[in-house]
Nanobody, 128 residues
Framework: QVQLAETGGGLVQPGGSLTLSCEVP???????IGWFRQAPGKEREGVAC?????????YYINDVEGRFTVSRDSAKAAVYLQMNRLRPEDTAVYSC?????????????????????WGRGTQVTVSS
């Protein structure tokens, strides 16, 4: 089973930073990769995306733009989510997946390849 794997979650104080890593299987390294989060009692939402390796354009929801940065290291088959100026409302389980779907300031952006693969998620808690 093809599966991605997230690491890097944890507890951080408001205003702090955290970097999540997503290990991407070799078969998916050219795909667009999305970061999603699900807070308790809420639906999962896409928060960031990096397009496929022909482009590597990045996309963000308005709430995280300017605070979060998504990047790719193709040599390491990894995608990262650098999160700065974290807020308590950023608390959620963060997952990466081989698809994108999020509302950016320019409209809805999505990428889907007919089959989606997910990681198990990593908990991010922002609290003092």
């Amino acid at each position: 089973q093809v599966q991605l794997a997230e690491t890097g979650g944890g507890l951080v104080q408001p205003g702090g930073s955290l970097t999540l890593s997503c290990e991407v299987p070799e078969s998916l390294t050219d795909y667009a990769i999305g970061w999603f989060r699900q807070a308790p009692g809420k639906e999962r939402e896409g928060v960031a995306c990096i397009s496929d390796t022909d482009d590597n354009t990045t996309y963000y929801i308005n709430d995280v733009e300017g605070r979060f940065t998504v990047s790719r290291d193709s040599a390491k088959a990894a995608v990262y989510l650098q999160m700065n100026r974290l807020r308590p409302e950023d608390t959620a389980v963060y997952s990466c997946a081989s698809l994108c779907g999020l509302f950016t300031t320019d409209g809805y952006y999505s990428r889907y390849y007919g089959q989606d693969h997910w990681g198990r998620g990593t908990q991010v808690t922002v609290s003092s």
